[in-house]
């Protein structure tokens, strides 16, 4: 990597993105962090990272993004994380299809319309990083989160598939694969599933009052839960090191979960997860 080093970061009005961002900049690398809202702004530059508006649901804006980034840099962008994204709760029979395909677009059509505008600048140089932070939920199966789920598991098949054919260009490609992080996540699910689900007149209408409390903070909180400098500490490694590894699974819950997935039969391991609220 070159000394000044370039970054895109995405979703950085809070949690992971805003963290990372910060931590990126302090590392050294000229940050631009996207957000999707002007109010979001001013507090990254205040922190002199250079912010610029982006929303995945809108392909222009990915455009005049790439556009500026390169534009500001000479034309060379070192490494892309793909960070911004909502979860969409509500069971999988509640949900109508539009509501579906606009998760999509959030986590998964827009980073790959981003991704395609930076490899060619990236082969261009004969190197780059491109790292998409995926989910535990992309590896394993959740109730009531079929339509995050369903975008992380899309992400995982496009992204390795991804550092497959870019083997030999110089790119590197690696998936971080967080449990849970203290973030507006929960929150912002919360927000979505009240306003495209019928919580009262559902089948699930029972399961939904766990969900919301869950939702809501009224729930049990998982001791297990790490801040967003967990995410960093493997995001740096598939930034910097000789040889990133294709997954980074980040907390204790996803570790587990994943290695049960492994060992244990399919029935019993579903069985497992239906368990848990």
Same mark, same amino acid.
């Given at each position: 990597?070159?000394?000044?080093?370039?970054?895109?970061?995405?979703?950085? /009005? /809070?949690?992971? +993105?805003?963290?990372?961002?910060?931590?990126?900049?302090?590392?050294?690398?000229?940050?631009?962090?996207?957000?999707?809202?002007?109010?979001?702004?001013?507090?990254?530059?205040?922190?002199?990272?250079?912010?610029?508006?982006?929303?995945?649901?809108?392909?222009?804006?990915?455009?005049?993004?790439?556009?500026?980034? =390169?534009?500001?840099?000479?034309?060379?962008?070192?490494?892309?994380?793909?960070?911004?994204?909502? %979860?969409?709760?509500?069971?999988?029979?509640?949900?109508?299809?539009?509501?579906?395909?606009?998760?999509?677009?959030?986590?998964?059509?827009?980073?790959?319309?981003?991704?395609?505008?930076?490899?060619?600048?990236?082969?261009?140089?004969?190197?780059?990083?491109?790292?998409?932070? /995926? /989910?535990? =939920?992309?590896? @394993? !199966?959740?109730? *009531?989160? +079929?339509? *995050?789920?369903?975008?992380?598991?899309?992400?995982?098949?496009?992204?390795?598939?991804?550092?497959?054919? @870019?083997?030999?260009?110089?790119?590197?490609?690696?998936?971080?694969?967080?449990? !849970?992080?203290?973030?507006?996540?929960?929150?912002?699910? =919360?927000?979505?599933?009240?306003?495209?689900?019928? =919580?009262?007149?559902?089948?699930?209408?029972?399961?939904?009052?766990?969900?919301?409390?869950?939702?809501? +903070?009224? +729930?049990?909180?998982?001791?297990?839960?790490? %801040?967003?400098?967990?995410?960093?500490?493997?995001?740096?490694?598939?930034?910097?090191?000789?040889?990133?590894? !294709?997954? *980074?699974?980040?907390?204790?819950?996803?570790?587990? %979960?994943?290695?049960?997935?492994?060992? @244990? !039969?399919?029935?019993?391991?579903?069985?497992?997860?239906?368990?848990?609220?």
């Amino acid at each position: 990597m070159p000394e000044n080093r370039t970054i895109i970061v995405t979703g950085c /009005s /809070s949690g992971i +993105g805003a963290h990372c961002a910060r931590a990126l900049k302090a590392d050294g690398w000229r940050v631009f962090a996207t957000v999707r809202g002007q109010a979001d702004l001013a507090a990254l530059e205040a922190d002199g990272i250079d912010a610029l508006l982006m929303d995945y649901t809108q392909p222009d804006t990915i455009a005049a993004l790439v556009e500026a980034v =390169l534009e500001r840099t000479g034309g060379r962008l070192d490494a892309l994380f793909n960070n911004g994204a909502y %979860g969409q709760a509500g069971a999988v029979e509640d949900l109508e299809t539009d509501v579906l395909r606009v998760q999509f677009e959030t986590n998964f059509f827009g980073w790959h319309e981003l991704t395609r505008r930076v490899i060619p600048v990236m082969r261009a140089q004969g190197q780059g990083r491109i790292v998409n932070c /995926s /989910s535990i =939920l992309g590896l @394993l !199966p959740y109730r *009531y989160r +079929g339509a *995050y789920t369903a975008s992380k598991y899309a992400l995982e098949g496009l992204t390795i598939t991804m550092r497959m054919e @870019l083997e030999g260009s110089g790119i590197a490609v690696s998936l971080i694969e967080p449990g !849970p992080i203290t973030s507006r996540f929960t929150a912002n699910a =919360l927000a979505k599933i009240k306003e495209h689900v019928d =919580l009262e007149g559902s089948v699930h209408a029972k399961q939904y009052e766990r969900q919301l409390k869950r939702l809501d +903070g009224r +729930g049990q909180i998982s001791r297990h839960k790490l %801040g967003p400098e967990a995410v960093y500490d493997v995001l740096t490694h598939a930034l910097t090191a000789p040889r990133p590894k !294709p997954h *980074y699974l980040v907390t204790k819950p996803a570790k587990q %979960g994943a290695f049960l997935k492994r060992i @244990l !039969p399919a029935a019993l391991f579903y069985k497992l997860m239906r368990r848990l609220d």
